[in-house]
């Protein structure tokens, strides 16, 4: 990592095999950002980890991860403000947290200009919906730009940078799971640091910061003219580009990584259709595309998620009168999934069956592969916490989850958790299901990471309007989902110690009582201690807590002395009960012919917290090797 911050402090230019995320870290240091914010979320946590390689005292700009991303979002917007130059980055479900606050920013004048970073996630690779992020964009009346590769995300950063500090805006760079993650060879310029400015420069009365009833529409007139005037920069923008085939019966305008898969499922093609690609995406360039869609017979529109484009431009055709035929999304399935070249030679197919051959079917293979559900961790505290609970619970009893790690609960054999919305949501959600329910008892799980990213409203609400609900807080000192990030639970923030503000002071701050607190490898203890929780009324908290195993071993292995650790099978003493695989649900454990039960050392570490669920105490610690 210490390399990788070096080469990214370089000051001459130079060329380097980067993944996406951390392309755009040099565009920030080249174009002068001076302050940085965001929350964890898949794609975009290997931006962090780009700038955490940089030492601290050469950083050239701050960075934070904040509590949630609207304290992100308001923290960015507040430098920029003050004349200083900000980005600030999350996932695509991280913007719905930000909304409140976003779709003021076209009706501001942000003195040092305002780059929104999307992680946008087409195919929900990690996240629990597809949602598109363009709608915010239109919605909020913010210029986009989107790129397709990691080297087209450095160059379009490092003009969002430009642009939002030209227009002293707030610009959005939208990018998806797999330009986040691609890994190319990026050419990048130099650097040439210029003396931080500290002056305050935040000037209320030079503008109206106040969206009041009398102020609200001369600033929205305000922020769409200045969305045209962004648009007039878009018709002659580099990041738009025509390939000309030659072809002028059919065309094809595509955006975002479509345009890449669009060139793969395109080879071989005898007579491939001319491409208008797109990377200034709102405000569309109307008159480059008004000529695009004049030069040709048939048109198709190709681009990931949902018709955005497609309903604009055919909405640019009618009022034009054009008699181009423009095909848009005619396949639900077309709205689904990441625009992958096989997804897209399968599209073209359907839409000119002439031009490209369909994709071959899969090879049937001789056996099936078996299916490989996400798993939690070897050592994982949820789990055992998961054991206690299922044992303290009827079978009718109701359970909520939330988002972390503990979501896997859902999934077999747990079946712990049954239903999810969004982070923070499973205490409101519990709660109204514990209205008017006099048979079955309600329980919802959170973690601590969430929790202080969106848990505690939810956590007022039930206890001040007294809802009958089992409040399990999964504690394990970590944001773990997401890589590991600090919360303000754990005394440390991402540039040093920070006051540690613990979970439990917080909930006795809010004046809740009924508190029990135990160690989530002690089953017995909190099986015991649900069973009476859910007994009483009113609403209830067990901590269920124990540090992330993941997290704990590899700190572990750095230190002095350290050893493997693994647990064995004592075969004498086996039932074959298999309750260490299909109740427990270790990964460690595996049947092999013969039903019986192995260890594998390379997942196990030994934690022991296996041997109380073995019905005949046939698993036993290793010696040492």
């Known amino acids: 990592?210490?390399?990788?911050?070096?080469?990214?402090?370089?000051?001459?230019?130079?060329?380097?095999?980067?993944?996406?995320?951390?392309?755009?870290?040099?565009?920030?240091?080249?174009?002068?950002?001076?302050?940085?914010?965001?929350?964890?979320g898949s794609p975009t946590p290997e931006i962090a980890s780009a700038i955490k390689s940089m030492p601290a005292a050469e950083r050239p700009f701050y960075f934070e991860f904040s509590t949630n991303e609207k304290v992100a979002l308001e923290v960015a917007f507040g430098a920029a403000l003050n004349g200083h130059s900000s980005v600030v980055f999350f996932k695509s479900v991280g913007l719905n947290v930000a909304a409140d606050s976003f779709v003021q920013l076209s009706m501001m004048d942000i003195t040092g200009g305002m780059v929104v970073l999307l992680g946008d996630d087409p195919g929900a690779n990690s996240s629990q919906n597809e949602q598109d992020n363009r709608h915010f964009a239109r919605l909020a009346c913010l210029p986009l730009l989107e790129p397709a590769d990691a080297q087209e995300a450095y160059l379009m950063m490092k003009e969002a940078i430009a642009l939002a500090r030209e227009k002293r805006s707030a610009v959005i760079l939208r990018m998806t799971t797999h330009v986040c993650h691609a890994k190319e060879k990026v050419s990048f310029g130099p650097w040439r640091p210029e003396a931080l400015d500290r002056r305050p420069r935040f000037d209320s009365e030079g503008w109206n910061y106040i969206p009041l009833a009398a102020s609200v529409l001369p600033l929205k007139r305000f922020a769409l003219k200045r969305l045209e005037q962004v648009r007039e920069r878009f018709e002659a923008s580099p990041f738009n580009r025509i390939i000309d085939n030659g072809n002028a019966k059919r065309g094809v305008i595509a955006a975002g990584t479509a345009r890449l898969s669009l060139l793969d499922a395109l080879e071989g093609s005898a007579e491939p259709p001319d491409i208008l690609e797109l990377g200034t995406v709102i405000p569309l360039p109307r008159s480059l595309v008004m000529r695009f869609l004049s030069s040709h017979e048939e048109v198709k529109i190709l681009e990931e998620l949902d018709p955005i484009l497609e309903a604009e431009i055919k909405s640019l055709?009618?009022?034009?009168?054009?008699?181009?035929?423009?095909?848009?999304?005619?396949?639900?399935?077309?709205?689904?999934?990441?625009?992958?070249?096989?997804?897209?030679?399968?599209?073209?197919?359907?839409?000119?069956?002439?031009?490209?051959?369909?994709?071959?079917?899969?090879?049937?293979?001789?056996?099936?592969?078996?299916?490989?559900?996400?798993?939690?961790?070897?050592?994982?505290?949820?789990?055992?916490?998961?054991?206690?609970?299922?044992?303290?619970?009827?079978?009718?009893?109701?359970?909520?989850?939330?988002?972390?790690?503990?979501?896997?609960?859902?999934?077999?054999?747990?079946r712990m958790g049954r239903v999810l919305l969004s982070m923070g949501h499973s205490t409101s959600t519990a709660a109204g299901l514990s209205i008017y329910n006099d048979e079955r008892r309600v329980l919802c799980f959170m973690g601590d990471s969430t929790f202080f990213h969106a848990g505690i409203p939810g956590v007022v609400n039930a206890l001040f309007n007294s809802h009958n609900v089992t409040y399990v807080m999964m504690e394990n000192g970590t944001t773990a989902m997401t890589g590991h990030q600090d919360h303000p639970g754990v005394g440390r923030n991402f540039n040093g110690e920070a006051p540690r503000i613990p979970v439990r002071s917080v909930l006795e701050g809010l004046g809740i009582t009924n508190i029990r607190?135990?160690?989530?490898?002690?089953?017995?203890?909190?099986?015991?201690?649900?069973?009476?929780?859910?007994?009483?009324?009113?609403?209830?908290?067990?901590?269920?807590?124990?540090?992330?195993?993941?997290?704990?071993?590899?700190?572990?292995?750095?230190?002095?002395?350290?050893?493997?650790?693994?647990?064995?099978?004592?075969?004498?003493?086996?039932?074959?009960?298999?309750?260490?695989?299909?109740?427990?649900?270790c990964p460690s454990f595996q049947i092999i012919e013969g039903r019986a039960v192995v260890v594998s050392n390379d997942l196990c570490i030994g934690d022991g917290s296996c041997r109380q669920i073995c019905p005949s105490g046939a698993i036993v610690n290793a010696e040492r090797a």
Not at 353 to 361: E, F, G, K
Not at 391 to 401: F, N, R
């Open 317 to 414: 055709a009618y009022d034009a009168l054009l008699r181009t035929r423009i095909i848009g999304k005619v396949d639900p399935e077309e709205l689904i999934g990441e625009y992958v070249p096989e997804k897209l030679r399968a599209i073209l197919a359907a839409t000119w069956p002439d031009l490209v051959a369909p994709p071959p079917s899969p090879r049937q293979a001789g056996r099936k592969v078996p299916d490989r559900p996400p798993q939690l961790c070897p050592g994982c505290g949820h789990r055992t916490a998961f054991q206690a609970v299922r044992a303290a619970l009827e079978g009718s009893d109701i359970t909520v989850a939330d988002i972390g790690c503990h979501t896997l609960g859902y999934l077999p054999p747990y």
């Open 517 to 585: 607190e135990i160690d989530t490898y002690q089953v017995g203890k909190l099986t015991q201690a649900v069973k009476d929780a859910v007994a009483e009324t009113g609403f209830k908290v067990v901590i269920a807590k124990h540090p992330c195993m993941l997290k704990f071993t590899r700190e572990a292995r750095r230190k002095p002395g350290w050893y493997a650790r693994h647990v064995r099978i004592d075969t004498g003493t086996c039932t074959l009960a298999h309750d260490c695989v299909e109740r427990f649900g």
């Open 1 to 40: 990592m210490k390399e990788l911050g070096a080469t990214l402090l370089r000051k001459d230019a130079f060329s380097e095999i980067v993944i996406g995320n951390t392309a755009v870290v040099r565009a920030m240091i080249e174009g002068g950002t001076r302050v940085v914010t965001s929350y964890p």
